[in-house]
């Protein structure tokens, strides 16, 4: 097929006109192949090649929107969505995901709906849709498991996981995320293995396994080179940034976040460019030097109020309200904090929206009023009921829960911060 065409070359009914049906179903088979050999997945960064992969999947729905053959829209719905989510744009997917889906039934095409529904998956989860994710999941897991099909229930434990990761269910996530590892091992597919390797890696660095999450990020890394995956490479690269800071090594995972963004922004990942903000800011607020986490809160809080990404959108206006406190710009804290509880809460995060109610705290602690910090930090400390917390989490809970009850409030919203700063470390619960 010729990738030149455009979405409105004028000759493409005359092309598909030209064509019989058989010959357009391998042509678009011919593209999705050489497509899904790059290796494209949605929540990596944004490239070149997934730039130039739209333009082909543009062309391919187009001749197939000339034909009156619904297997052959089914497919190029389907790799329209495909490569879209694989270019960051997880909200303009979603709309195609559904056509193909429902063409993909209404042929008969069990397999290939199921299939789809993976990817339908990732972009919901990426845009904060959690329950629709999650059932989506459940009924591409049913069929796959129907049909003894272990190479897509491989890919749902996957998606689970990056789904329970992203809802602060660590253990969950790291149980589905060694279900896809033993299948994926079985089958011996690399490429997903690749993956696998660093989705574990995340999940042990969440569950304070740093060594053993070091090895699974050595792990995918060798295989992105030997597969040649440069923007997973490259993924697990800006993960294992973060893990150098866990470790300790600040000034080390600065310098990596640093070669990491360089990256990003020549390839135009402007998702992992506000990613790198947002961690570079959680780091300069463990080093007390909140004049710079602001800046780079403040950058990232831009960038993720243009993209559907709530969470992380969330996550730097939490980071921007606690440098701006620790600053004196209390205003700017209180309004920065407010922002954030209410997108966390929207995220259903009880985690962070006790987090922003301690922050709160802090804000009214800092500006005199005892009365209304001593309310945000009970309400905060409510939020946490229910969780299963980890005996250091839960002691510092009950010393934030304290702190608004002493006199001096420049110590106590000192003290106050430096408990939170602890808490925010990889949420780990």
């Not at 092309?15 to 058989?22: G, H, P, Q, R």
């Not at 109610?357 to 930090?377: P, R, W």
């Given at each position: 097929?010729?990738?030149?065409?455009?979405?409105?070359?004028?000759?493409?009914?005359?092309?598909?006109?030209?064509?019989?049906?058989?010959?357009?179903?391998?042509?678009?088979?011919?593209?999705?192949?050489?497509?899904?050999?790059?290796?494209?997945?949605?929540?990596?960064p944004r490239s070149a090649q997934t730039d130039q992969a739209i333009n082909r999947a543009i062309t391919a729905l187009k001749i197939a929107s000339e034909t009156n053959d619904r297997l052959m829209l089914a497919e190029a719905c389907r790799?329209?969505?495909?490569?879209?989510?694989?270019?960051?744009?997880?909200?303009?997917?979603?709309?195609?995901?559904?056509?193909?889906?429902?063409?993909?039934?209404?042929?008969?095409?069990?397999?290939?709906?199921?299939?789809?529904?993976?990817?339908?998956?990732?972009?919901?989860?990426?845009?904060?849709?959690?329950?629709?994710?999650?059932?989506?999941?459940?009924?591409?897991?049913?069929?796959?498991?129907?049909?003894?099909?272990?190479?897509?229930?491989?890919?749902?434990?996957?998606?689970?996981?990056?789904?329970?990761?992203?809802?602060?269910?660590?253990?969950?996530?790291?149980?589905?995320?060694?279900?896809?590892?033993?299948?994926?091992?079985?089958?011996?597919?690399?490429?997903?293995?690749?993956?696998?390797?660093?989705?574990?890696?995340?999940?042990?660095?969440?569950?304070?396994?740093?060594?053993?999450?070091?090895?699974?990020?050595?792990?995918?890394?060798?295989?992105?080179?030997?597969?040649?995956?440069?923007?997973?490479?490259?993924?697990?690269?800006?993960?294992?940034?973060?893990?150098?800071?866990?470790?300790?090594?600040?000034?080390?995972?600065?310098?990596?976040?640093?070669?990491?963004?360089?990256?990003?922004?020549?390839?135009?990942?402007?998702?992992?460019?506000?990613?790198?903000?947002?961690?570079?800011a959680e780091i300069y607020l463990h080093l007390m030097k909140p004049a710079e986490a602001v800046d780079h809160a403040q950058r990232a809080v831009d960038g993720f109020a243009k993209t559907s990404r709530r969470y992380e959108h969330a996550?730097?206006?939490?980071?921007?309200?606690?440098?701006?406190?620790?600053?004196?710009?209390?205003?700017?804290?209180?309004?920065?904090?407010?922002?954030?509880?209410?997108?966390?809460?929207?995220?259903?995060?009880?985690?962070?929206?006790?987090?922003?109610?301690?922050?709160?705290?802090?804000?009214?602690?800092?500006?005199?009023?005892?009365?209304?910090?001593?309310?945000?930090?009970?309400?905060?400390?409510?939020?946490?009921?229910?969780?299963?917390?980890?005996?250091?989490?839960?002691?510092?809970?009950?010393?934030?829960?304290?702190?608004?009850?002493?006199?001096?409030?420049?110590?106590?919203?000192?003290?106050?911060?430096?408990?939170?700063?602890?808490?925010?470390?990889?949420?780990?619960?």
């Open positions: 097929m010729n990738g030149s065409m455009s979405r409105n070359d004028p000759y493409l009914k005359t092309y598909a006109d030209s064509k019989d049906a058989s010959h357009l179903r391998d042509e678009i088979a011919e593209t999705w192949q050489s497509l899904r050999s790059r290796n494209f997945y949605s929540g990596g790799l329209m969505a495909h490569t879209l989510n694989a270019d960051e744009q997880h909200e303009q997917s979603l709309d195609y995901y559904e056509k193909a889906i429902l063409l993909f039934e209404n042929v008969g095409a069990g397999e290939q709906a199921a299939r789809t529904r993976l990817g339908q998956m990732a972009a919901l989860y990426m845009t904060g849709k959690y329950e629709e994710s999650l059932a989506t999941g459940v009924t591409a897991e049913r069929w796959f498991q129907a049909n003894n099909h272990p190479t897509g229930l491989a890919k749902v434990y996957g998606n689970m996981g990056n789904l329970w990761m992203r809802r602060e269910q660590h253990v969950l996530a790291l149980q589905h995320h060694q279900k896809a590892r033993a299948l994926f091992e079985q089958l011996q597919d690399w490429p997903a293995l690749a993956m696998t390797y660093l989705n574990l890696a995340n999940c042990l660095s969440f569950a304070d396994q740093l060594y053993e999450a070091e090895k699974m990020y050595e792990l995918s890394e060798e295989l992105c080179a030997r597969l040649s995956m440069l923007e997973l490479f490259m993924q697990a690269r800006y993960n294992k940034s973060y893990l150098m800071f866990l470790q300790g090594r600040c000034r080390k995972a600065l310098d990596s976040f640093a070669e990491v963004r360089d990256y990003f922004d020549r390839t135009g990942s402007k998702h992992h460019l506000n990613l790198c903000d947002l961690d570079v996550k730097a206006l939490a980071f921007c309200a606690m440098g701006l406190s620790q600053t004196g710009q209390l205003l700017e804290a209180e309004a920065a904090g407010e922002a954030s509880r209410k997108l966390f809460e929207q995220e259903g995060n009880k985690y962070w929206v006790s987090m922003m109610g301690f922050c709160l705290a802090y804000v009214g602690m800092a500006k005199g009023d005892s009365a209304k910090a001593k309310l945000l930090a009970a309400q905060a400390k409510v939020h946490f009921q229910g969780m299963e917390l980890k005996d250091w989490v839960a002691d510092s809970l009950n010393r934030l829960g304290s702190l608004a009850l002493e006199a001096c409030q420049v110590k106590t919203a000192a003290a106050c911060m430096a408990e939170m700063l602890k808490l925010t470390i990889n949420k780990r619960l």
